[in-house]
C-alpha cells in the first residue's frame, strides 16, 4: 500500500510528519497527503471519508489550508451512524467558523439531529452549536434548544444551556423566551446543571433588563438558599476541592447575586447575610478558598450600601496583603483601589501594609502599590507617607525611581501644607533622584521660591549645601546655579536665616565654585550650561571682586562649538567689558512669577486668545498671546513678545527700525500739514492707505518719496518680484507679493465697500437629508472664515436629537456654536442653522476640507450620517 494514499492511518501520517527534518520536507508530506485526500474526495469514496477527514482537522492544526475538506463535514454529519457524525461534528467545529456561507447547509441537519432519539447524538449537536452558532442559526433552532432544558438527561440538560447561552449573546432578544426554563435550572440537584444554569441566568441579565428584574423577583432566596446549603453542605469527594465543596458552584452564584444585587436596595439586604457567612466561614490558606473570598468581597463591594459588609471586605484583602503569593497580593491591591472610593477611612487602616508592598521584589506590585498610596494621600497623613516614600526613594532600584520620584512630586505639590516643607521634602527628591525628575518639577520649584520671599535665603543655602554631596544630579544643579545666580548676596551676607537653620560661611569665591563646577561638568547639557553662563553675568554684579575671574571663566566660551553658547559668552562678555554703566540694571533679579497662572498653564486651564480688529477672541494653538495690532505690523513680525512694554502703534520700535523721528510733530505749518503715528509713516513709506501728505522730516521725505510719483516700495519689489509692476489708482505702484494680503483676491467676487462674497454650496445632500454651506468673512482677519450650515429635512418623519460634528486636519482650527434647534421638522417644513468658525494657518496655500457626522433619532431608531466636504470655495 502506498504510505500516502487514502488509507492511510491518522498514526502513520503523523508518524510521517514527524520523521521529518526540515520544513520543506514536511511540506512535501502534506503536500502528498492533501493530494491523495482530494483523490479520495472526487472518486467519493466513503470507505475512508472519517479517516480523512480527521487527516484534514490535523493538517489543519498544523497551519495548512484545508478549506476543500469542508463539504467532508456535512457529509459525514448527515450519516446515520454515530461514529461518522462525531468526526463530522468535530470537523465542522474545528473546519468552519459562522461566518462560512457553508454552516447554511448544515441548520437541517442539526435540527434533525437535536430531535434524535439517541441523546448522544443530541448532545453533539448542541455541543456544535454552541461553539459555531450564528443569529440566523440561533433564530431557527431556538425552540429546539429551549425544548431541551427540560430533557430527562443531565448532561443534554447541561449542554442545552451552554447553548442557549450563545443563542441569547448572538439574538438578544430571544432572551425572554428563555427566562422561566433557564429560572427553573436553578433548583437542579445535579451541579453540572445548576453551574451552567446559573451562567446562563448571569448572561441574561447583562443582555436583558425584563430578565434582570424578573430573576429579581422570582430567584433571590433561590439563590441564597442555595448557596447556604452549599456553603454548610458534608464532605461530598465527588465536589471536594482542597477542602471545599465546589467552589466554581461558589464562585458562579456569588457573581449572579453581585449582578442582581447591583443597584437594588432590597436585594442587596436579602444577601447579605450569606455573603457575611461565606466571607467568615471560608479558609483562605488554599487557593480555592481564596478565589470564593475574593468573589465574596468583589460582591460586596458591588451591591448597595452596607458598612459593616464592607469593613469586612475590606479586612479580608488586608489579610490577602500579607500572603506570600504574588498573585493574591496583586488582586488585592487591584481591589483596594477600587474599594477607597467607597470606603477610604476603611483601607487608610491598611496603610503601612501596603507601604510595605510598595517595597516588594515584585515589579508589578510596586506600581500597584504606589498608586494605591498615591490614592490614600490627603492633608492629615500627607507628611507620614512622604517620609516613608523619600526613605524608600534612597534604596530603590533605578528602573522604580522614576515612577517613584514622579508620584512624590504630585502627592508635595498637591497636598504641600506650607512652602518650606515643599522646598524641603523637593531639595530631597531632587539630592536623591533629580536625573529622573521631569522639567515641570524643577521649573515649579524655582516657581514656588520667586513667591517665597521669607525663604529666599534658606533655599539659596540649602541648595548649595545639597549641591556640595549631590553634584550628579542635573536638576539640582540647575536649580542651585539659578538661585545662586539670583540671591548670591544672600547666601553670602547669611541674610533670612531661620531659627532651625544651622550658620555656615561661604564667601563669594565659593558661590562662584560651584558654577564654575556645574558648567565644567562633562555631563552637564546645553540648557545647564546655558544656565550656569547666565547666573555667573548676573554674579559679575553683585561680587565685584571676583568680576574679572567670572569674565575669564565666560570668555572661556566664546570659542564654543555650541553656537548658543559662544552667543551667549561673546555677549555677556560685552557687558561686563564695554557696559559697566548699565549691567546692574540688566541683571536685576527676576520678578516674582504669578505662581497661579503658572498652575493653570501647566494644567492646560488658561484660554489663550488674541483679539481681531473687531475685537472677537481667536484661540492660539501654541498658547502665545499677542496683542491687537494692525495687519501690517503683524505682517512684518512687530508686535513680538519680547516688547511687552510697547504697544504696536506708539512707533518706539519702529524709530528704531528706520532710525528716523516717527513721533508726531507738535507743531506744523500749512493746513495741508497733518500729524501721523509711526505707524502711518510706515503705512505711508508702503503706499498703503491714502497718499501721503508732505512730510516735516528730511528722512521721511527721503523714504517716501520717488521718481514720477513712484512710492520707495519700488525699491523693494526687486527684492521679490522684480518682473512684476503694474500701476495703481493712486498713480504708485501696485503692492508687491508681500503685501498680497491686504489687496481683493482677483478671483473672488467683491461686493460694495470691498467685502468679499462667496456662493453657497451644497455641502452634503442624502435621500433625507441635505446640507446647506454659507460664507463669509470677519473684516481684517482674512484666515478665518464663518460658516452658517443651513439643515433641511426632506422626509416625512420629524428628526430628533439632531447632533452635529465636523473635523479638520491640524492646519485648521474649528469652533462650533450651539445649533438654533435640535429638532428638524419634517418635508422641508423647518431648518435649524449652526454657525462655524474656520481659521486656516496655510491660508492662501491649502484649501478647506472638512468631514461631517450628523446623528439623529427617527422613530427611535438611531441613525448616522457621515460624509467628507473638499468643494470649498477657493481662497477661504
Request: hydrophobic share 40%; proline share 4%.
Amino acid at each position: 500500500m502506498n504510505p500516502f494514499s487514502s488509507g492511510t492511518r491518522l498514526r502513520d501520517m503523523i508518524r510521517a510528519i514527524r520523521a521529518c527534518k526540515t520544513a520543506a520536507e514536511e511540506r512535501g508530506v502534506v503536500r502528498k497527503e492533501c493530494a491523495a485526500i482530494r483523490a479520495a474526495i472526487s472518486e467519493n469514496d466513503q470507505d475512508y471519508r472519517h479517516r480523512n477527514l480527521a487527516k484534514l482537522m490535523f493538517i489543519h492544526m498544523l497551519g495548512y489550508p484545508t478549506h476543500f475538506g469542508q463539504m467532508e463535514c456535512l457529509k459525514l454529519i448527515a450519516h446515520p451512524g454515530f461514529p461518522e457524525k462525531r468526526i463530522g461534528y468535530l470537523g465542522l467545529m474545528l473546519l468552519l467558523d459562522e461566518r462560512q456561507e457553508v454552516l447554511m447547509l448544515v441548520t437541517n441537519s442539526i435540527k434533525q439531529d437535536l430531535n434524535h432519539t439517541n441523546q448522544y447524538i443530541v448532545g453533539l449537536a448542541l455541543c456544535a452549536l454552541g461553539n459555531i452558532c450564528s443569529a440566523d442559526m440561533a433564530r431557527d433552532l431556538a425552540p429546539e434548544v429551549e425544548r431541551l432544558l427540560q430533557f430527562r438527561d443531565p448532561n443534554i440538560r447541561k449542554k442545552a444551556a451552554l447553548c442557549s447561552i450563545r443563542i441569547i449573546k448572538k439574538v438578544p432578544e430571544l432572551a425572554e423566551n428563555f427566562m422561566n426554563p433557564a429560572a427553573a435550572l436553578l433548583k437542579e440537584k445535579h451541579h453540572g446543571v445548576l453551574l451552567t444554569g446559573v451562567q446562563l441566568c448571569t448572561d441574561m441579565c447583562k443582555v436583558s433588563t425584563e430578565a434582570l428584574e424578573h430573576f429579581r423577583k422570582k430567584c433571590v432566596d433561590g439563590l441564597v438558599k442555595v448557596l447556604k446549603d452549599l456553603s454548610n453542605s458534608p464532605y461530598a469527594p465527588e465536589y471536594d476541592v482542597s477542602g471545599i465543596t465546589d467552589p466554581f458552584l461558589h464562585i458562579r452564584l456569588i457573581k449572579l447575586l453581585s449582578v442582581l444585587g447591583q443597584g437594588d436596595t432590597d436585594t442587596s439586604d436579602a444577601m447579605n447575610d450569606i455573603l457575611a457567612q461565606v466571607a467568615t466561614k471560608t479558609e483562605s490558606n488554599k487557593n480555592a478558598g481564596n478565589a470564593i473570598l475574593y468573589e465574596c468581597v468583589a460582591t460586596i463591594m458591588t451591591i448597595e450600601d452596607n458598612s459593616g459588609l464592607r469593613v469586612l471586605a475590606i479586612n479580608i484583602l488586608g489579610r490577602f496583603l500579607s500572603s506570600r503569593d504574588n498573585n493574591i497580593r496583586y488582586v488585592a491591591l487591584n481591589m483596594l483601589m477600587k474599594a477607597i472610593s467607597l470606603d477610604s477611612q476603611a483601607v487608610q487602616r491598611h496603610r503601612a501594609t501596603i507601604l510595605e508592598c510598595v517595597k516588594d521584589s515584585d515589579a508589578s506590585i510596586r506600581k500597584r502599590a504606589l498608586e494605591l498610596v498615591y490614592l490614600l494621600v490627603n492633608e492629615s497623613n500627607v507628611k507620614s507617607l512622604t517620609k516613608e516614600l523619600i526613605d524608600y526613594l534612597e534604596v530603590s532600584d533605578p528602573e522604580f525611581k522614576g515612577d517613584l520620584t514622579s508620584k512624590i512630586c504630585s502627592i508635595v505639590e498637591k497636598f504641600s501644607p506650607e512652602k518650606i516643607w515643599y522646598i524641603d521634602q523637593m531639595l530631597k527628591v531632587l539630592s536623591e533622584a533629580g536625573n529622573f525628575v521631569k522639567d515641570e518639577v524643577w521649573h515649579s520649584l524655582i516657581v514656588v521660591i520667586t513667591n517665597a520671599s521669607n525663604l529666599h535665603g534658606y533655599s539659596v543655602r540649602s541648595l548649595y549645601k545639597a549641591a556640595q554631596t549631590a553634584n550628579e544630579q542635573e536638576t539640582l544643579i540647575r536649580v542651585t546655579v539659578w538661585c545662586i545666580g539670583e540671591y548670591g548676596e544672600m547666601l553670602v551676607n547669611n541674610s533670612g536665616v531661620l531659627d532651625m537653620e544651622d550658620p555656615i560661611t561661604v564667601t563669594e569665591a565659593d558661590a562662584v565654585d560651584v558654577v564654575e563646577t556645574a558648567i565644567g561638568r562633562h555631563s552637564s547639557d546645553l540648557t545647564t550650561q546655558a544656565m550656569c553662563l547666565i547666573s555667573l553675568l548676573k554674579l559679575s554684579s553683585r561680587f565685584t571682586s571676583c568680576s574679572k575671574r567670572i569674565n575669564d571663566i565666560i570668555s572661556q566660551y566664546k570659542g564654543s562649538l555650541v553656537l548658543e553658547l559662544q552667543q551667549r559668552a561673546m555677549e555677556f562678555n560685552s557687558v561686563i567689558e564695554k557696559h559697566a554703566k548699565i549691567r546692574s540694571s540688566l541683571v536685576e533679579r527676576m520678578p516674582v512669577l504669578d505662581e497661579a497662572t503658572y498652575s493653570e498653564r501647566r494644567s492646560g486651564s488658561v484660554p489663550t486668545t488674541v483679539s481681531t480688529s473687531q475685537g472677537a477672541p481667536l484661540k492660539l494653538p501654541n498658547g502665545v498671546s499677542k496683542p491687537t495690532s494692525s495687519p501690517l505690523i503683524d505682517l512684518l513680525d512687530l508686535s513680538s513678545d519680547d516688547i511687552p512694554a510697547a504697544s504696536p502703534s506708539d512707533g518706539k520700535f519702529l524709530q528704531d527700525l528706520l532710525g528716523v523721528d516717527l513721533s508726531p510733530a507738535s507743531s506744523q505749518q500749512g493746513t495741508n500739514q497733518i500729524q501721523k503715528s509711526g505707524t502711518d509713516v510706515l503705512l505711508d513709506l508702503l503706499s498703503i492707505g491714502t497718499p501721503p501728505a508732505q512730510s516735516s522730516s528730511p528722512a521721511l521725505d527721503m523714504l517716501s518719496s520717488g521718481q514720477n510719483g513712484k512710492s520707495s516700495v519700488d525699491l523693494l519689489d526687486k527684492l521679490v518680484s522684480p518682473s512684476t509692476q503694474t500701476s495703481s489708482p493712486l498713480g504708485s505702484s501696485s503692492m508687491m507679493d508681500l503685501l498680497d494680503g491686504f489687496r481683493p483676491n482677483p478671483s473672488v467676487p467683491v461686493a460694495k465697500g470691498n467685502s468679499p462674497t462667496y456662493p453657497s454650496i451644497v455641502a452634503f445632500d442624502s435621500s433625507s437629508l441635505k446640507v446647506t454651506f454659507s460664507f463669509s468673512k470677519e473684516s481684517g482677519n482674512p484666515q478665518t472664515t464663518v460658516i452658517e450650515a443651513q439643515f433641511i429635512n426632506k422626509s416625512p418623519d420629524v428628526f430628533s436629537n439632531f447632533i452635529f460634528q465636523a473635523a479638520v486636519p491640524k492646519f485648521l482650527q474649528l469652533q462650533l456654536d450651539p445649533a438654533s434647534s435640535n429638532t428638524l421638522p419634517a418635508s422641508g417644513n423647518g431648518s435649524i442653522t449652526q454657525k462655524m468658525r474656520v481659521s486656516n494657518s496655510q491660508h492662501g496655500k491649502k484649501s478647506l476640507i472638512m468631514r461631517i457626522r450628523i446623528s439623529y433619532k427617527v422613530n427611535d431608531k438611531d441613525v448616522l450620517e457621515e460624509g467628507q466636504i473638499s468643494n470649498f470655495p477657493r481662497n477661504l
